[in-house]
Structure formats: C-alpha cells, structure tokens
C-alpha cells in the first residue's frame, strides 16, 4: 500500500480567527525560537545563521507535509549534538569540510526519512527502546551541558565524550575567563531562577495561569536582552566576553553541496541515526500534544513532513532539524491552531534574518550556553535508572549500556550498543521459557500454576503451561525440560501441553515437537497438546506433525482433562471455589 | 553452578564382554576412518599425514572428557571446508602460513569449546536455528563437491564459492587429463553403486541385516583399494593421475605454533564458528544415537570434549575435528558399548601412521576426490527448501539466506548473514502480533476468535487477545491497534484484554500500557485484564500500573465476563455446545 500524499489537509476550512491564533503563537514562538536556534547552531558547531536558516524552509516544509497540528519544527539540542559528533569526524579540523558535512547530514536524514515514510518503514523507529532512548536523552543533556562549559568559562574544550570533555577542562582550568563567568553564571542564575521561583511565584499571582506560565518561559529572552545590554554598555567584549559577532544578514541562498561518494558513505550511518532519534523524539511529542485534542498522528505522514523539512534545510544551508519539545509545548499553549503557526514563524525568522541580525552583535555566547545548560538538563532523569532497575533488570541494562556508551564512547556507539543490547537481552529472555506444571482451579474449568494457586492436580495426566512462542532459540531447551517433566512424574501417562502461550512455533521448534513426541512415545507417554490457537494450528496443519502427534489436540485445556482423567476433572470442577 | 569434571565415567564397571564389543567397531570404523582423514586433508588443504594425526590424540581427548558413549570424533567434511577457507584467507598462498593456521585454527575452536563448556554456553549453539543449519549443510556439501571436481579432473581449481571455482574450472577446461578422469569417474560410479543397487541387493540376500549394512559401507575401502593397485599396476602416475605419494611415517610430534596476534585475531571469528558448527553437528549425531539407546548426552560435557579433542588434535599437527555423523553411526551400528571403541581406533590409525602409510603411496587422489563427492551429496537437501517453503516463510527465507550466501560469498558470510536474517525475521514477526477480538464458546468458559468459531459475544463487553509478549518492537503498534478496536466497538464501555499469551510486559510496553489506559479512559472505555500470568503479575506489581489502571485484574476471563456482563456470560456458559 502505497503512501498517499495529502498536502496541508488542515488548509481547508482555514477561518480568519484561525489566524488570529495562529499568529499570537507565532509571535510568541519566533522570540523562543530566535535566542534557541542561536544556541542550537553554537552547539551543532556552526555560524549562528545556520541555526536561524534552519529555522525557516523547515518550518514551511513541514507545514505543508506533516501530520501534527501544533507541532514546532526547527533545531533541537539532541539532534545538534549528534550532528556535531558526526560531522567532527570527516571533518578533520576543516571549518568548510564540517560545515558541507552538517549540510549532507540534513540532506541525507531528509532522504531518509523521506524513504521511510513511502516505504512505510516507521516502525523501524521501535527498535529504539524506551530505556534506550531514555538512557540516550539523559546522556545527551550531560554531554551537551558538559560541552557548553568551554562558553561559560571563555576556555577552549574539544572531545566526543565526558572524559575527552573533563580532561580539556582540566588541561584549561588555569585561563578560566573571569567576565565571561561573570556574564554567563548570571545568565543561569536568572533562568533558574525563572523557571523555579519566578514560576510558583506567577502562579499565585491573579494573572490567567497560561500567560503567568508564558511569561516564566520568557526567562531566555530576557536573559539575552539583558546581558546583551550589559556586554554592549560595559565594553566587556574587550575583556575577552565572546559574542556573537556580525552574523550576515540576509535569506539562505539555495544550494547543494558538492557529492563526494566517501564522505556521503561515512555520513550515512550518523544521518540514519539522526534520523530515528529525530523522528521518535518529534513522533512522542507530537501524539503527546494530538492526544490532548483527540488528534490523530500518522506516523508516516510525520516522516514525510520531517524528510522534507530536512531536505528544506539542507538546500538551504542548515543542518538536520526535528520536532522540539520545548517549543512544541508553547506553541500549543500559546493557542496554535494549525501549522499555519509554523508558517507565520519562519515568516518572524525570516525577518531576523534580513534586518534584526545586527542586534545580535553584544549578544554573549555565554548566555547561550546558559540557555543550552538549562534547557538540557531538564532532559536529565537519573531517576529513570531507578525506576528501571525496580520493574526490569533487562531494561535497567539495556538503559544503562546506552547512558554508558554515549557518555563515554559517543553517541553513535553509545546508541547501537544500546539497541544491541536491548535486543540481546530480548532474546536471551525468550531463550529461557518460563514453564509451570498446572492444576485445575476449584470449581472452574481454568488450569493455573501448581505452585501459586490452590489446584487440583490430575493423578493421570501431567499438565505443562510454555510461556514463550517456540522457536530456535529456546527449541531444543524446551523440548528436554518437557522431556525431563515428564519423566519425572511417575504414573502418568499424558502429557497436555495447554499452548496458549505459543505464538509461533518455527521449523527448529517444530523439530523438536517431533522429536518430543518420539521421545515420550518411547517412554510409553502420550502427548497432547490443549488450546492450540488458531494461526498456529494452521501452520502445524502444514506439516506432517498432526498425524505422527500420538495424542489429541483438544480445544480447550478442560476438554482434555475431561477427557483423559474425568474422574478427577468432574470432582475438581463442582468443588466450591477457594476464597 | 560451575561444570563438575568427571573422567570417562563409562570406565566404572567396564567388563571385558564391553572390550569385545569395543574393539570390533573400532576395527570396522578404523577402516573406514583411514580414508575418510586422507580425504579430508584433502579437502582442509593440508599434507595427507595431518588427516591421520587429526584422528589419534583427539580420539583420547573425546574418551576422556565427551559424554557421548558412541560418538566417533575425527576430521569431517563441513568443518574441513571451513578450516580451508579461514586459512586461505589468512595464508595468502604461502603454504608455511597456511598449515600453521590449520593448527591455530584447531587450537583456537578448542580454546572456544572448553570456555563455553566451563562457561555453560552451550546455549549459544541454539542461535544457529534449524533451517541455517540445513541451508548451510547443503550449500558446503555443494561447494565441497564443486571444490573436489579439479582432483577428479586433474586441473588446477581455485576458490572459496561456487562463482569463483566455476570460473576456475571453465578456464581450465581443455587441459583435463583423461587418465585422471577415467580413474576417479570409476570410483564415483562403483561407490554411488555400493551406496544404491549394491546395498539393495545385499540387503534381500540371507545375511544378517547389519552385515550386509557395513558390506555397502565398505564401498570406500574397496575403491581405495581397487583405484591403488590399478594405478600402482599400471604405472598411470606417468601418465598424470596424481596419487598421494610418500607420507612421512611415525607418529606427530607435540608442538605449539608460534603466537601472532595479528593471525591468531584473524582467525578467532572463523575458529568461533567452526566451533559452533561443528559443536550442532556434533551434538546432534551424538543425541540421535543417545535416544536410541536411552542414555543421556550433557551438552557442557561435549563442548568441553570436542574442545579438548580440538586442542589434542592442534598440539599434534591436526586440524579442527568433530563428531562426524557417519562413523558415529557405523561405530554405533557396530556394536561400540563405550568410548574405549574410540581408543582402540586411535590405536589403530596410529599403527597406520607407524607402519602402513607406504600403503598409501600409488592411492590417487581421484578416488579420495570421489569418496568425498560420494559422501558430501548426501547432505545435500534441497527438498528442504520445499519443505520450509510449505511450513513457513520465514525459516525459508532464513535457510536460503544461508544457502545462498554461502555458495556466492563464501562459508564465514554466509552463516553470519543466515543467522542475521533469521534473528531479524523473528524480531519482525514478534513486532507484529496477531490480535484476535473474542467471543464465548457455548457451553463453557472458554473464549476463541470471533472470526473462527461460532461464539456469543457480549454488547457491553469488548474481549481482545494479544498473541504475543509484549515489548518495546510492538508496544506502540499494540496499543494503537486495542485503542483502534475499542473506539469502533460502539456501546461498549469496557474492554478486557485476555493476556493469556503475553509472557513478559518490558518498559516500554508498559510505558504504552499506561498510555492505552488512559487514552481509553478518555473515551469513556474502562480496562481489565484477565488470566495474567504469575510473573507478569509479579513484575507488574512493581511498578504503579495497578493502581493507574481504571479497571480490574480478574483471574479467568470467564470471571470478567461473569463480573461485568452476567447476562450473555451465563447464557453463553448455559447453552449447548456445537458439535
């Protein structure tokens, strides 16, 4: 079934006071938007520019191709981060090589996602685990608050990981630039500030809650107005405070970068894995925000509508850009109605980028960083690690193997040996089938665990529960603990197998139910097997198995107790249930 | 639990009546082994004597450790494929190198064997599923044979797939030497004749029935004898048939090669697979013969026999050896009672290697070739593909992966890309569930698909079953799919999900659990659980999903549908069943 294209289905029955809405969360969006895609452009490792063209075709692109009403498009921090570390290594050193590398990376993201979505091959993005993707977001936030710290102390730091991080860090502790620690440890005191105290504090005031939270998240803005100021006024630019400097104005002109087979090669394993990170973190957010409003996602829409705004950013000179959560969240608050929104703030972007871009000039890197700071460390949930170890020791690894792996060895590495350690683990655990031997429950007809519940246990026939689909992984282990139950069981001389755990059984498995059955026909047992379902009886009536089977299939677990032990199945369902 | 070390335990209560029976079979599979190790050097690439050596010391070192009582241990053709194409590879035409790799290679895969058997691994074997095993038992015999033909004709052949030896052979075609050809054509033809008409008639004749079974088996030693002194009679050396020529005499000397880690790290991946292949080969031969004598084969004790085996046969200039089926079932057939049989073999070859490899001299090299073709077309299968065509898709796709693979791309490539496509298909299986909405079937307390029996359903209530775990691959797939059945189920305000077939429940299908919980209260729909296994339910415990959930958890299904709509449930119970 192929994907059928509907562009901006949200376009028809578009009414006046839809704009009006739309345009109010516009304004309020550009201005986040605005100090965002600065900070998302120093962490990505470009000119600030990009970071505002990747703020303008996406957003128009994704408006007319995405599924999502209020989802906000453009720069967001994990996605730089990624990029970053991708770049920086075919890049070599080379500003102009790292610069085409950022650009082939939206490029190549853009084509596949693109692909994806026709392809209808979103659910590729489920391998990508909630551990892992929880363990990943984590270390992303402490590997880009980590990064950042070379704009708040005015010191040069490189490395891919925590400890190429600290170790610059500490190679450089000795030229820590005061003023600029000065301008950016007030800049992250005045955003904490907003977003803790200044928050609850606005919330008692009479003001209506949504604009008192609208105001709290207005701490950024703020921040770089004021320290902006105060870089300008106070000269502090000469005693070393880095600032953003002349950024030309001016559109993005359109334009592709050259192809260079190698290059392109080595990109597209990060690009594939910008794109899935990408489109599970833009796909969360977006059915977050539909569900509230009883809208629906569809996955592959949402591909298409990310491809193309990828692709929109590479032509025009950006890098790969996603679904923001932050942003996401006040646009919707702020009263979008449709992806209008988004069209009315890359209109807002785009007039920064012709006339406004001059203001930026005093504007310290350091407060982006403290923005960036901030920001990201929202995504830090330790306790997440906790949470897991209680409910799943697999889970618990698989998180914590990814947080390991990306603080330590990158991002790349860190999110492959995740997901290759969540499937491992998956594995193994359907390597080792969880089996019971049953006993039918008083006064019902249903057979639970010997070993849990009150049962009643059949003198003649052995009843054994798989919990697991047989296949080649747990085959030949299943087949011999069945084997070893039953021989184990002196006296009786049926085996019911109740498969209503069994799912699939594969030609390994079906090997062993073979062989299973000689083995017990030799043994002078029978086997049976009881609520076999339907898919499955179909496979097995493919093969020969049925006829070589030296018992019945019965349709229901207390049918072939009824059958085979009357006695004791007549005795056990009129007997008064246990409390 | 670590491995306990037991020493042949068969030697306890070993009565002369036992060394009768022992040393007949070792005679019997002594001369059948004779050949059979020159043959297999032959295909592993390696001096004639290296085949003899391979089965003496590993033979002690099997009776030592194995647990097989039967198993007869030695150079066998799959393992001796892959030992050429590891070497090949690593050797690059220099013959020094390449028999130092042989011997790593044996040494590498015995280090591997006793790890695993120390480390309890032996379920990794489990990995290599039914169907790579018979596509890829298939392919080698293939390629063995293909790679035989340049001794049958007398023309140099190089190649490790189909492709290249087909090349190989095409180039060389005109220079095919008749003699050659005539001698090993008469082998082929007179040994497929000893396999077929010839056992047919024996087998209608008096003699007792295991008799004439061995006589056919002796094809091989008569062809050996038979080709030896024609060629030795009628001085066709001169004439180009290539025979075996001067074998060192004496038995090897003890030595270890030297240690590169470059070449040593080289050959660990092929030395790790020869160690699984050759451990299912091995283990399997070894658990039919078990079954039939009703002893038991203990998994850790035979990795940690072949290993040792392996070991013996690297510290004495073999190569990589195994259980190999067809001795195992002459031995087995020949009366063997312990794995004294083995040790009386061991004697036997190394009487060869001491007094008779002069013998050996005018055996030509066609008839070996021959023997090998003979032997290797029976593990040819290819109705096997047919077969997994019929039973399932998946195992067919996963058996011609390998097959394929290995004929085109080489042994290694092609199991890695087998086994690769058959854990793939089954993580995309089990991230596609089949889900089935339920009604009662009269009479009973049983529930089945509405769309395959005829079932009462209830108005009020909606009953889903899941047909699989559920995980992080099909969490978001699952929970959209119940949503979707349960808001087109107009009028029914609850839904019960029978979890009967739902073996584990990870993060992050509990993360959508949690998710369907409340998007289904949303809608005004309240959800239950039922016939929740015991360590679901202890797992679910652990976290707050309980108390978030806005229904019950019942212990049947026939209890929730009791609970929550009695009218149709007790109908349902109440009525008569169809035939």
């Known amino acids: 079934m192929a994907y059928r294209l509907t562009l901006a289905p949200w376009l028809k029955g578009y009414r006046p006071g839809d704009a009006a809405a739309d345009g109010l969360a516009a304004l309020i969006v550009t201005l986040m938007l605005i100090p965002q895609s600065l900070a998302y452009a120093l962490v990505a490792g470009v000119p600030a520019q990009m970071g505002l063209y990747a703020s303008i075709l996406p957003l128009l692109a994704y408006a007319l191709f995405g599924s999502s009403r209020t989802l906000a498009v453009g720069p967001v921090a994990v996605v730089s981060l990624m990029t970053a570390a991708a770049a920086g290594q075919v890049a070599g050193g080379d500003s102009g090589a790292y610069l085409a590398a950022t650009v082939i990376l939206a490029l190549l993201s853009g084509v596949f996602l693109v692909a994806m979505g026709l392809l209808r091959l979103g659910w590729i993005a489920n391998l990508l685990s909630h551990s892992v993707i929880s363990g990943f977001i984590t270390a992303s936030g402490l590997l880009i608050a980590a990064s950042q710290l070379k704009h708040l102390l005015g010191i040069p730091m490189q490395g891919d990981t925590l400890w190429e991080l600290g170790l610059s860090a500490f190679r450089e502790a000795a030229s820590v630039n005061g003023p600029t620690l000065l301008v950016g440890a007030a800049a992250l005191l005045f955003l904490l500030w907003a977003r803790g105290p200044l928050k609850r504090l606005l919330a008692r005031t009479p003001l209506p809650p949504m604009l008192a939270d609208l105001l709290a998240k207005a701490g950024p803005v703020l921040a770089v107005i004021g320290t902006t100021v105060a870089v300008a006024a106070g000269d502090l630019q000469s005693q070393g405070v880095a600032v953003v400097g002349a950024i030309p104005g001016g559109l993005p002109a359109l334009s592709l970068p050259a192809f260079d087979a190698g290059v392109w090669g080595q990109l597209a394993l990060p690009a594939l894995l910008i794109s899935l990170i990408g489109f599970v973190e833009s796909v969360s957010v977006a059915q977050t925000l539909a569900a509230k409003r009883r809208q629906r996602i569809d996955s592959n829409a949402e591909l298409i509508g990310l491809g193309t705004a990828n692709l929109a950013s590479g032509v025009s000179g950006g890098f790969p850009v996603t679904g923001g959560f932050s942003r996401s969240v006040v646009n919707f608050d702020a009263g979008a109605r449709s992806p209008m929104a988004g069209v009315f703030t890359a209109g807002g972007i785009a007039l920064t980028a012709l006339f406004f871009t001059p203001w930026f000039y005093y504007l310290p890197k350091a407060t982006l960083a403290a923005t ?58 359907t390597s ?6 049953l006993g039918q429950m008083p006064g019902t007809e249903h057979f639970r665990n010997v070993r849990r519940h009150p049962v009643i246990t059949s003198p003649r026939v052995l009843s054994i529960r798989v919990d697991e689909s047989l296949y080649f992984a747990n085959a030949r282990r299943t087949e011999d603990a069945i084997y070893d139950m039953a021989l184990n069981c002196d006296g009786r001389r049926h085996v019911v197998l109740l498969c209503s755990a069994i799912n699939h059984i594969d030609a390994s498995a079906l090997d062993s139910l073979e062989s299973l059955n000689r083995r017990l026909l030799d043994a002078g047992v029978t086997l049976h097997l009881s609520e076999v379902k339907g898919p499955v009886m179909d496979q097995l009536k493919r093969s020969d198995f049925l006829e070589q089977l030296s018992g019945e299939v019965f349709m229901t677990h207390y049918q072939a107790l009824a059958t085979l032990d009357p006695e004791t199945s007549e005795r056990a369902a009129d007997d008064k249930p246990h409390a």
Do not use: C, N
């Open 372 to 429: 960036i700071i901030v920001a990201v460390l929202a995504l830090v949930d330790l306790g997440a690690l906790r949470r897991a170890w209680r409910y799943s020791k697999a889970d618990f690894t698989a998180m914590l193997v990814t947080l390991a792996g990306v603080l330590l060895a990158g991002v790349e590495i860190g999110v492959i040996a995740g997901v290759g350690a969540a499937l491992a683990l998956h594995l193994w655990r």
């Open 432 to 437: 080792q089938p969880h089996m019971a031997e």
